[in-house]
């Protein structure tokens, strides 16, 4: 993957080969961390309208794709605080979404583990599902929350003791929608600037 | 059940969802839209002009002292002569904070890592080594003491694969050897600087523990000396205590950078590599 240089003769085809080989892993990081379709459509365009207006700081090669994982989180942290703008593509990425069906399981252990990735920090929420979820290696998470693989191994092996004791405390009849309930699924963490 | 199968299970967006045709259509107009909103002019940077005024002065001042060539007014030394206070070390490193974007970063780097032995055929580890450090450090800083243990990291992680290497062709020599430097490896100075006393547990937050910075080696130490390949093996391929060898191979870098997208760094993906790449 090439990255997209603001001195290229066109900009554009170098970005739209980024946009095009990196918007699904994008796209399903934002669907896992978000409560609607809506607002991962409209993090998604913010996401690559802010890689445009930064093509300077793109990093070059597969250190594009973990940039972006990173505008995309510093974008959801700062989500809770800022208003939606309408935009009619958005909303037809949305509705496409919708009509794919939500995707997320809803069964009883599904329940269990989000009431318990809920009460982790959110750092540590964050670096046990970019493993999971996203496939990253701890130098690759390091590189998107802006930390040293050292920390980040450290941090994983005590986030998956924490979630595995939260796991095996949390009672089936205790079981809550945490992303609804608690807004604080992405918002603890400072906002750092992308 | 694992956390780790259960967060995959669990996974709200897995792979092989989004695939609807509605869904890239509307992604392509959100891509094209993009690309066709203007950008913003790019504004002159006041702190650039400032520095190339500062370095035509520095230039000016070297040569009126004495015939410097312009060039060398360029060099960036590595040294800072600051050091990361004691008691700040852990999860940072100790010892006097280093520029990786210094002139001469690379060849001190390299005499920093002289006393870590790599076995024979893993030259290119050191490079390695200091590639992922340089690329690690958004503020180009490293201290000497976090680079000596990513040093000592890579060496323990070539001195396993090499033992594991020399028991699959039954060259008992040579895994011998690896056993010996394997045996004094948790003592060596860049070792102990950072992590005095290497343990599988120690306290962390909310009374839960973890290893300490090389704490994770110890279970695969153990197991070499054990001479018990198929448990390395085992614990290379649940990536136990997340000791993530590949990271410090720049052979399997090449590797992966050549496999089809979908190819991504893991334990399994490592295993793969190893079956067709022996060393030694």
């Keep these: ?36 379709a809506e607002e991962a459509a409209d993090l998604l365009a913010e996401t690559y309208a802010t890689a445009w207006r930064k093509l300077e700081a793109i990093p070059a090669g597969d250190q594009a794709r973990l940039w972006l994982f990173g505008v995309a989180r ?60 996203e496939g990253l290696a701890p130098r690759e998470i390091a590189k998107v929350m802006r930390t040293s693989p050292n ?8 986030a998956r003791k924490q979630l595995g004791s939260r796991l095996s405390a ?20 400072p906002v750092i600037d992308s | 059940m694992n956390v780790d199968d259960l967060l995959t299970e669990c996974d709200p967006a897995p792979a092989g969802t989004l695939t609807a045709a509605g869904i890239d259509e509307a992604l392509d107009a959100v891509g094209r839209a993009i690309v066709d909103s203007p950008r913003p002019a790019r504004r ?10 500062m370095i035509l002065v520095a230039a000016v001042l070297a040569l009126a002292a004495g015939g410097v060539t312009a060039a060398r007014t360029l060099f960036i030394p590595t040294h800072t002569g600051t050091y990361v206070p004691k008691g700040m070390a852990v999860g940072g490193g100790p010892g006097e904070i280093l520029r990786t974007d210094g002139t001469n970063f690379h060849r001190i780097a390299i005499a920093l890592s002289a006393d870590i032995p790599f076995p024979a055929g893993y ?6 080594v200091i590639a992922n450090e340089i690329s690690d450090q958004p503020w180009h800083k490293v201290p000497s003491g976090q680079l000596r243990g990513g040093y000592a990291q890579a060496a323990i992680c070539a001195w396993i694969l090499d033992w594991r290497a020399a028991m699959r062709r039954g060259d008992a020599s040579r895994a011998s050897h690896d056993v010996a430097v394997l045996a004094g490896a948790l003592k060596w100075p860049a070792v102990t600087a950072w992590d005095p006393h290497p343990s599988m547990s120690v306290p962390g937050d909310s009374g839960t523990t973890h290893p300490s910075e090389f704490g994770w080696a110890i279970p695969y130490i153990a197991t070499v000396r054990g001479g018990n390949l198929p448990r390395l093996d085992r614990l290379l391929a649940d990536d136990s205590f997340d000791a993530a060898f590949w990271e410090s191979d720049p052979d399997f870098a090449a590797w992966i950078d050549r496999q089809p997208n979908r190819v991504r760094n893991s334990p399994r993906a490592f295993l793969r590599y190893l079956s067709t790449h022996e060393r030694g």
């Design chain 1, 1 to 36: 993957m090439r990255s997209p240089r603001a001195t290229d003769p066109d900009p554009r085809d170098a970005f739209a080969e980024l946009f095009r080989s990196t918007r699904s892993d994008l796209l399903r990081y934002l669907l896992r961390r978000t409560t609607d």
């Design chain 1, 74 to 133: 510093n974008l959801l942290l700062r989500s809770a605080r800022r208003q939606r703008v309408a935009d009619a593509l958005v909303d037809r990425l949305a509705g496409e979404l919708r009509a794919a069906g939500p995707p997320a399981p809803s069964d009883d252990r599904a329940l269990r583990l989000r009431t318990a990735l809920a009460e982790l920090t959110e750092r540590d929420r964050e670096i046990l599902t970019l493993s999971a979820w």
């Design chain 1, 151 to 158: 920390a980040v191994r450290i941090r994983l092996h005590r």
């Design chain 1, 170 to 189: 949390t009672p089936a009849a205790d079981l809550a929608a945490p992303r609804d309930a608690d807004p604080a699924w992405r918002t603890r963490a």
């Design chain 2, 44 to 53: 002159r940077r006041r702190g650039l002009a400032r520095s190339r005024r």
């Design chain 2, 123 to 128: 030259i290119g580890w050191r490079d390695a």
